[in-house]
């Protein structure tokens, strides 16, 4: 159970109701790009994660570290299993798990995001980091996974399920109502080094669709300038904003672009949305979106991966649609060569199936790869074990990283996470 937050709340919020530093920004890194699809056999030397499931990795530098909601794991040889609860790291290339790493964190850590200095910020639905409160927010060292003493942000209540960086600002995306005690409802921007509040970044996100207000995913262009947010929310700043908007991050208000294409209802009374991740591409020119959707397959976009071009165009319709036919996608990522996506899909190329595959269609067992500019899918067919489904794609400069929560990847055994490396 997660630990009450209103005194906290109180007490470091009166520490933090200071304006944002004015350090130099750090430089944002250049976006990862392939220039060709990644091979269909992962590498060998991937740790296991033996129970739970992987929600975000992070590579930086040749550290790669590993967030979710588990307990145990193992380095890809076997051997010794050790305990190391929703947070873990190893080296990029050999797999060895790296001791020095070993923060407890006491909830699910769902989002990764670069921070400065070599360290790395999270996001989640956890109350402390190694005894001391940090609710659901934390910036941890990459070298030993200590709490950076000067960063101080925490959520009021509430959850982060989506953490984004460039330069000095850091995005939080969640369900939570404030941020060290400022209102915020759902989405704020902070200092990547304080944690303060950036108050001059409010967007206001009201009437949510179903269950209660949150930012379900959110994504940065390359260049900083837009933020891609959705969610349960169908206004921002009072304009028609139907579960997903862009954000001018200068000014901290919705772009001319909009989209009706996500209306349509996709079933299950517990779903409050079915937006989930979305990426853009290296260049910035446009924006994938991967969606889920209750047990029936409905019209719309439910269960599909989309591109909309990054534009001021209002009303956009997409550039394609890709439909599974049934079966939610999760994770996304894009590279010039690919658009990468995950879930519990049997098929790609299926938008006449109603959970069979339908003309046209081409088994694609819970991995596939989509062509940036047609939207059809790939040859790429590794195939992995569905389970759930896959919530963690990451580009590296030399391969994909995967992580789920299940065993099964390429016909082989890697617990819930794997690597693919360049072809």
């Not at 909601?69 to 193992?74: A, P």
């Not at 305990?83 to 790296?98: D, K, M, S, Y």
């Not at 899909?345 to 006449?352: A, F, G, I, S, Y």
């Amino acid at each position: 159970m997660k630990p009450r937050r209103p005194l906290l709340a109180l007490t470091m919020g009166a520490l933090l109701l200071l304006p944002v530093g004015t350090a130099a920004a750090a430089p944002a890194a250049p976006p990862v790009d392939h220039s060709r699809v990644v091979g269909d056999r992962p590498v060998q030397w991937t740790p296991h994660v033996l129970d739970g499931a992987v929600k975000d990795i992070l590579r930086v530098g040749d550290t790669v570290v590993v967030a979710g909601d588990f307990d145990r794991i193992s380095e890809a040889m076997g051997g010794r299993v050790l305990e190391q609860p929703n947070l873990f790291a190893f080296e990029h290339g050999t797999g060895r798990v790296l001791r020095s790493f070993s923060p407890q964190v006491d909830g699910t850590v769902t989002s990764l995001a670069p921070g400065p200095d070599a360290t790395v910020i999270v996001g989640g639905d956890f109350g402390s980091v190694d005894g001391r409160a940090s609710p659901g927010l934390a910036r941890l060292s990459v070298s030993d996974g200590r709490a950076v003493p000067g960063f101080r942000g925490f959520l009021d209540d509430g959850d982060a399920y989506r953490v984004a960086v460039h330069g000095g600002h850091l995005y939080v995306g969640g369900d939570f109502s404030g941020v060290n005690g400022t209102p915020r409802a759902a989405l704020a921007r902070l200092d990547t080094r304080t944690g303060a509040v950036d108050t001059g970044f409010a967007p206001h996100l009201t009437e949510f669709r179903r269950g209660k207000l949150k930012v379900q995913e959110l994504a940065l262009s390359p260049d900083g300038r837009r933020l891609a947010v959705n969610g349960t929310f169908t206004k921002v700043n009072g304009l028609d904003r139907y579960q997903i908007a862009m954000i001018d991050t200068a000014s901290g208000t919705p772009t001319p672009w909009s989209t009706a294409a996500y209306e349509a209802d996709c079933g299950g009374s517990s779903l409050h949305t079915y937006m989930r991740q979305m990426a853009f591409s290296p260049d910035g020119s446009f924006l994938a979106v991967v969606a889920a959707g209750g047990r029936q397959v409905k019209p719309g976009l439910c269960k599909s991966v989309s591109r909309f071009e990054n534009t001021d165009t209002p009303n956009a319709e997409p550039t394609w649609t890709n439909k599974t036919g049934g079966d939610s996608l999760y994770s996304v990522e894009v590279t010039s060569a690919a658009v990468y996506v995950s879930g519990h899909q049997r098929w790609m190329d299926n938008p006449l199936g109603a959970l069979n595959p339908g003309p046209g269609s081409v088994e694609r067992e819970g991995i596939a790869a989509v062509d940036p500019v047609t939207g059809r899918a790939l040859a790429w067919n590794p195939g992995r074990e569905r389970g759930h489904g896959a919530e963690a794609l990451h580009a590296t400069p030399d391969g994909l990283y995967v992580g789920s929560d299940t065993e099964r990847l390429a016909g082989d055994y890697h617990a819930r996470l794997g690597m693919f490396p360049l072809s």
